[in-house]
């Protein structure tokens, strides 16, 4: 398992305006390969036998990489957003521990690996988007309000 810098933003963020912020930003030669998935009917009932997982009728997930150069490094960033919400005590309590309690609940999460600039790759998009920021997700540092 690798190390990554973690993004994550209340709510649903439209994948093409991250892409578009990238595009405006970073790299405007950009590539979003990120997709939306209705999943299957199978999927949803196994969903739906987990205790934890609160869902709606269709289980859909949008994800996918968006590839683009910053200062000379070619990066690709990670974008997901699934319409459940996964119930883990441990980031639950973290998150009313650390004051991120807007991250139980709904959201889009972006990752890139840790490494070059990450950091200000993913600090800046938190910024626009009233993100989150984990620089380290295999430290013991949490999530922080970005601003």
């Known amino acids: ?15 093409n305006k991250i892409f578009d912020f990238i595009k405006e ?56 957003y699934a319409n459940y919400y996964d119930f883990d005590a441990y980031a639950f309590k973290k998150n009313l521990d650390n004051n991120t309690r807007e991250l139980n609940g709904d959201n889009t999460s972006l990752s890139l690996g840790a490494s070059g600039y990450a950091v200000e790759i993913l600090t800046q998009i938190a910024k626009e988007f009233g993100g989150y920021i984990d620089e380290n997700d295999c430290d013991d540092k949490w999530f922080y309000k970005v601003s």
């Open 1 to 15: 398992m690798g190390v990554d810098t973690i993004v994550k933003i209340p709510g649903k963020i439209e994948p």
């Open 25 to 80: 930003h970073f790299d405007e030669n950009a590539i979003s390969g990120v997709e939306v998935k209705v999943q299957s009917q199978e999927l949803l009932d196994s969903f739906v036998e987990l205790s934890n997982v609160i869902l709606g009728k269709e289980l859909i997930f949008e994800s996918g990489f968006i590839d683009f150069r910053y200062k000379e490094e070619q990066r690709s960033l990670f974008f997901f």
